[in-house]
Structure formats: structure tokens, C-alpha cells
């Protein structure tokens, strides 16, 4: 493809930091790969993309966040991961060709990107060192895989199960010191599926930690008043 083929207007106000999958790239490639990104609007609850489907291209988060999980043919759900802003979803699906492999649905109101497999795989082929970031793109996914399962299949309660996760949702909230909180909007049943725990089982746990006071609630919001505490109860 042509260095000089025409590029639709720049989006990159609709983020406040690059997309972790273009942090490295050249200034050019990364400039090509924003203009290619335009915001639409998606309301709460709506699923962007479901498992099986044909992978037609790649979201990129730039407002809101999704929950990722996978099924099982009997109707049970895992919840993989949280999608926050810069994340891009679809990608290996789409690079592969085949369906996806994972349904991506908005928690809340969100603005997502869409870029088709053809263009993406057109943008790829103007910069082909992009590949480079694209496969540390696809190990980072697999990393997170990789603790999620050790988080559901190797932690030995559902306590611990749920102290982890907390503590890894606490990343992207507002630390204070010790002390972080973040927006906790999910309900019970959809927690356990992020656990392999029953919706009465996190009821019970989340309550037990409100009486240790480990977690204190503030509406949709949580706060974790000293991770070191839930950290050391997660080790146990």
C-alpha cells in the first residue's frame, strides 16, 4: 500500500494517554494508527461483539469500560477481564481471520473505536515494525489470561479468589497512600463469574470483609481502606 494513501480525520482528542498497543511505535505509525480511530457512542449493557462471530475487526476503549468473558455450551459465564480506556479488543480474533473468541459487553456508557480487519491489516502493511507491537500487544492479553486462571483455578477459597481480584481492580482506581477506590457497579452474580463463585458466596464474602473492614462501600464506589491488610488476608 502507497505511504500516501488518504486518512480520515484524527480522533486522538478522545483519549488523554496513546493506546498501550502504539506507545512504541514511530511517530508516523502511531500518528496513521489514531487517524484511524473515530468515537461512536455505546449505551450500558449492549454487547459489542459475542464469541463465535465472525471477527471483523478491533474496538479500541476510549471511554467507558466492558466486561469480557467466555461461556461454556451449558450457559455458564467466566468474566475474564474488565476492558478499561485504551484497551483494544478483538485483536487476535481478528488478526487470525476466524470468529472471536471471547463476548465483549459495555458496563456503562461508553465511546469505542472500530477498525475493520482490512484496514487494520492495510495499516500493518505500511508499517510492518508495528508488527513488533502488536505482538507485545497479544503477549500482555495473555499475561492477564494467565492470572485470571491462577486466580480461579489456584487460590484455594473464595475469599482469597475475591481479595485478588479486588486488589487487581484497585490498579485502576484512586490510590491514596495505602487506600484506593473505584467504581464497584457490578452485581454479585456477575462477580462470581470473574471467580467460578456462587452470587450467595460473594454476597456472604463481601460482607465478611465490610465487618474486618477491609472494604467500605460509598454508593457505586468501594473503597479498599489499607490494600497491605487485604493483600495479607488474600496470601492466606
Not at 44 to 50: C, E, G, S, T
Not at 84 to 99: E, F, H, N, Y
Not at 114 to 141: C, I, N, W
Amino acid at each position: 500500500m502507497p505511504e500516501d494513501f488518504e486518512k480520515p480525520v484524527c480522533c486522538r482528542n478522545s483519549f488523554s494517554r496513546p493506546v498501550r498497543m502504539i506507545e512504541t511505535l514511530s511517530p508516523a505509525a502511531r500518528s496513521a494508527f489514531e487517524s484511524l480511530l473515530h468515537a461512536s457512542s455505546y449505551p450500558a449493557n449492549m454487547v459489542i461483539f459475542m464469541e463465535g462471530e465472525p471477527a471483523t475487526g478491533i474496538y479500541v476503549v476510549l471511554e467507558g469500560e466492558l466486561r469480557v468473558s467466555v461461556s461454556s455450551k451449558d450457559g455458564r459465564h467466566l468474566n475474564l477481564r474488565i476492558a478499561r480506556k485504551t484497551d483494544i479488543l478483538g485483536l487476535s480474533s481478528a488478526l487470525a481471520g476466524g470468529a472471536y473468541n471471547v463476548t465483549a459487553a459495555t458496563l456503562y456508557p461508553a465511546k469505542l473505536a472500530y477498525v475493520g480487519r482490512e484496514t487494520l491489516l492495510a495499516f500493518l502493511s505500511r508499517y510492518p515494525s508495528a508488527y513488533q507491537t502488536v505482538v507485545e500487544e497479544l503477549s500482555r492479553k495473555v499475561t492477564v489470561a494467565c492470572e485470571q486462571l491462577r486466580t480461579v483455578a489456584l487460590s484455594h477459597s473464595a475469599p482469597e479468589k475475591l481479595a485478588r481480584l479486588l486488589l487487581e481492580w484497585s490498579e485502576e482506581g484512586k490510590p491514596t497512600g495505602n487506600q484506593s477506590r473505584f467504581r464497584f457497579a457490578l452485581t454479585h452474580e456477575q462477580i462470581g463469574e470473574f471467580i467460578g463463585a456462587s452470587r450467595e458466596t460473594v454476597t456472604r464474602t463481601l460482607g465478611n470483609f465490610q465487618r474486618h473492614r477491609l472494604v467500605r462501600f460509598e454508593g457505586s464506589m468501594l473503597t479498599i481502606p489499607d490494600r497491605g491488610a487485604l493483600a495479607h488476608y488474600a496470601a492466606h
